[in-house]
């Protein structure tokens, strides 16, 4: 048996079951290589003797440089954009990663380099040199549930024609950040039977571009809205009633975040709630909407099950994963993460909001 350094911290999630996650752990780290083959072995063979499959992802959105004010500092020009932080969270659960976008004559080498020491294929990142990278800034508020956006300067986003190169057209999930559902359409004209389609979007086309994104929403399997898009979408301030609308809409399944609060899915059978985390060091919320999905379709793709406990967990990845990302400045926290910190805060979701069964069933 040949466990990776990702795979030993995952299964022991995988094992995670209430009763035995302690005593298990405790084992695993009193036990040499060949006791803990042996212990392990009839817990494992679901899990070792099935070759993971995985399922390769194409992400499109924007790659930028944003301005970021918060209560805790300033940082003037970072790297950024939708698709800058679902590509560096979906590689810690998959490579490479299939990544289309454009950046203008002013985008580092050492921005580049950044990509690539993730083994992000960026192939498809088109550099434009007639003009500028997008251009983002923000400032929040003192709650940080609230931001006010300063500026945005669209430069070569403008013209963004997102063309997907032959490699990645038959990418198996295909994740559209946040872009006009006119381009998000255009990169579904272009792949191959994807397996997911999943689709964030903003107030700002739900409001100003509502029949292409209505167009778009056909096509598509996920929606990650917050809870504030998914009632101006619906038209229906019930989060439960709103949901049942916007899944008539074309996407069967739905994820609301809740910022800070956690996050719902709906699905054609169930209804889930994830806990929030606890965060103690929260600097920076940019990007951890764009986080959570990339979590979400990094878990989808490195189990290659698309099930409906599946989808359960690869909301707790995308929370996990969004809770790193708010703990510094803008990308910052997605380049130094290691599996072990993933396992383990995926476990203390878990544990966040497991309930004890009682011996006693009576009320
Ligand atoms: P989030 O905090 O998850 O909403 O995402 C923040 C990221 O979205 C920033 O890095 C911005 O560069 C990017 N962004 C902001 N406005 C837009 C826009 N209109 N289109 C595409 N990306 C945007």
């Known amino acids: 048996m040949f466990l990776t350094n990702f795979e030993f911290p995952r299964l022991i999630v995988i094992l995670n079951d209430e009763s035995s996650r302690i005593k298990i752990q405790k084992k695993i780290l009193s036990l040499s290589t060949p006791d803990y083959h042996s212990y392990l072995k009839p817990k494992i063979k679901h899990f070792v003797h099935r070759k993971p499959e995985y399922m390769s992802i194409l992400v499109v959105g924007s790659v930028a440089y944003d301005g970021i004010e918060t209560p805790f500092g300033k940082v ?44 992000i294929d960026i192939d498809g990142l088109q550099i434009d ?23 945005t300067q669209l430069n070569v986003f403008e013209h963004f024609n997102p063309v997907i190169p032959e490699k990645y057209r038959n990418s198996k999930i295909i994740c559209l950040g946040n872009i006009a559902p006119a381009l998000q359409g255009k990169v579904l004209d272009q792949v191959n039977n994807p397996d997911l389609v999943i689709l964030d979007t903003m107030n700002f086309w739900i409001e100003g571009d509502r029949e292409e994104l209505m167009r778009t929403l056909n096509r598509v399997d996920v929606l990650i809205i917050n809870d504030s898009e998914a009632r101006e979408l619906s038209g229906e301030p019930n989060l439960v009633k709103a949901s049942d609308k916007i899944r008539n809409m074309g996407p069967k399944i739905l994820i609301i975040k809740k910022g800070e609060h956690g996050a719902l899915l709906f699905t054609n059978s169930s209804i889930f709630s994830a806990p929030a985390y606890p965060i103690i060091d929260i600097f920076d919320p940019t990007g951890a909407g764009d986080t959570f999905l990339g979590g979400f379709a990094g878990w989808l793709g490195r189990s290659g099950d698309l099930s409906d406990d599946n989808f359960r967990r690869a909301v707790i990845y995308g929370s996990a994963m969004a809770s790193f990302c708010v703990e510094k400045f803008g990308p910052e926290r997605l380049f130094d993460l290691t599996p072990t910190e993933i396992a383990d805060r995926y476990t203390e979701f878990r544990a966040l909001s497991a309930i004890p069964l009682q011996s006693d069933k009576s009320f």
Do not use: C
């Open 76 to 119: 003037d020009r970072i790297l950024g954009g939708s698709a800058t932080y679902i590509s560096l969270t979906a590689s810690y659960f998959q490579k490479p990663m299939n990544l289309v976008g454009v950046v203008g004559n002013d985008f580092s080498d050492e921005d580049i380099q950044r990509f690539k020491d993730k083994e």
């Open 129 to 151: 040199e007639s003009g500028k990278t997008f251009f983002w800034k923000g400032r929040y508020h003192f709650d940080l549930n609230n931001r006010d956006t300063l500026d």
